[in-house]
């Protein structure tokens, strides 16, 4: 009885208390569930894994970077490019924004959100040829076997290639990925020179340090120093990449990158709906301690991060749980290729490459992780039934 004589108090409290005691209630309330999750996992990984592993940090996270990315003039010559440019994007469309929101009347929300379409289509169209190369170098993958190969998968399944890039990924991680971009006929490829085994600028380092000499299959140097070489090489052989390729065109065969954006734009539709359904509440404002002023960029703070932070928890779950199904989707495309042999071996030589712990938690990763564990991939490669 004392239970609902409490919360039917809650109910008669002014609005304003009630919705900051809820907001209050549903951040202790996410902030218990990661704490839970994390537990989770640390047990696993403290748990699941030789001493001396955990002493080195192998595979403990993310935490390759490259020798050039440590040294602080790097680091903060890279930082001050990107805080330049965001800044230079950011403030005039944030500007624009706020001004599209005051003047636009009763369905501002519909001329702002065909406003951030155009500037994500824009920022879309001209990252990977402008942006992206002021903090790395970008160059047409050399003419021989490699880009003979990619040339020809691409026309197997009709995807317009254009270009083949390499980018100079080493020099701020180890980190090894493939992605395309581009609209319409224009696609373009681009690898992490850290993805390519004879490409890989870290590999030369290596070899350098070993006392290797870069002589064809290693001739003439002891097998000791070839075992050496070999544990520390990273990145993989032409076939490997070509089933990691197999992967990343998956994705586009299959849609996985349309259905992403008609989702985007529905949520952020939906998203500047409400918020023109919400920005005139007063009990909002004064939840916050506004009584006697609106400001739009208040509104704006109080509605997409506090009122929208149930909305955004469960909207982020839905996604990473489609991410996964769209991972596995692709994984199987490159299996119908013929890559499966080769994307199996690819994975377990980027897991290592990226540091990446091998098992998890199911529970946190069913959280957290939009692509799956790497035992779960490999074991849907092995499966001879896979969605």
């Not at 402008?130 to 020809?152: C, H, N, R, S």
């Not at 998890?360 to 039934?385: C, G, I, N, T, V």
Request: charged share 20%; hydrophobic share 45%; proline share 3%.
């Amino acid at each position: 009885m004392g239970m609902w004589a409490s919360l039917d108090a809650m109910w008669e409290m002014p609005a304003e208390k009630r919705i900051f005691g809820a907001v209050l209630l549903f951040s202790w309330t996410v902030y218990l569930w990661e704490t839970f999750l994390a537990q989770r996992q640390l047990i696993l990984l403290f748990g699941g894994i030789p001493y001396l592993w955990r002493l080195s940090g192998r595979f403990c996270g993310y935490a390759g970077f490259g020798p050039e990315y440590e040294t602080l003039g790097f680091f903060m010559k890279d930082a001050v490019k990107k805080f330049i440019v965001t800044q230079c994007i950011l403030l005039p469309v944030s500007s624009l924004l706020l001004y599209i929101i005051k003047i636009g009347g009763d369905y501002f929300f519909i001329y702002a959100w065909l406003f951030t379409l155009v500037v994500s289509l824009v920022l879309v169209t001209i990252y990977a040829d402008y942006i992206a190369p002021l903090f790395d170098k970008f160059t047409p993958l050399p003419e021989g076997k490699l880009k003979q190969e990619i040339e020809v998968m691409a026309k197997s399944i009709d995807f317009p290639l254009t270009k083949v890039y390499v980018v100079e990924g080493s020099k701020r991680s180890s980190h090894s990925n493939a992605y395309f971009y581009g609209f319409f006929k224009n696609k373009r490829i681009v690898l992490f020179d850290t993805l390519l085994e004879e490409y890989s600028v870290l590999n030369k380092a290596i070899l350098e340090e070993s006392g290797m000499e870069a002589r064809k299959d290693g001739e003439g140097d002891s097998e000791e120093i070839k075992a050496n070489v070999k544990n520390k090489k990273q990145g993989c052989k032409n076939e490997e990449v070509l089933a990691v390729l197999g992967h990343e065109l998956g994705h586009w065969k299959l849609g996985h990158t349309v259905k992403n954006i008609i989702i985007s734009q529905m949520n952020s539709f939906l998203c500047f709906f409400l918020f023109a359904v919400l920005i005139g509440r007063k009990e909002l404002f004064s939840a916050f301690g506004f009584y006697n002023s609106q400001p739009t960029l208040i509104g704006l703070l109080i509605i997409f991060q506090f009122i929208f932070s149930p909305y955004n928890e469960v909207l982020s779950f839905c996604l990473t749980v489609l991410s996964r199904r769209f991972e596995f989707q692709a994984d199987a495309f490159a299996k119908k290729l013929g890559k499966a042999k080769d994307l199996y071996s690819a994975l377990i030589k980027l897991n290592k490459d990226n540091l990446g712990f091998p098992v998890s938690d199911w529970l946190f990763s069913m959280w957290h992780y939009s692509h799956p564990p790497l035992l779960e991939r490999l074991q849907a490669l092995e499966s001879s039934k896979q969605d």
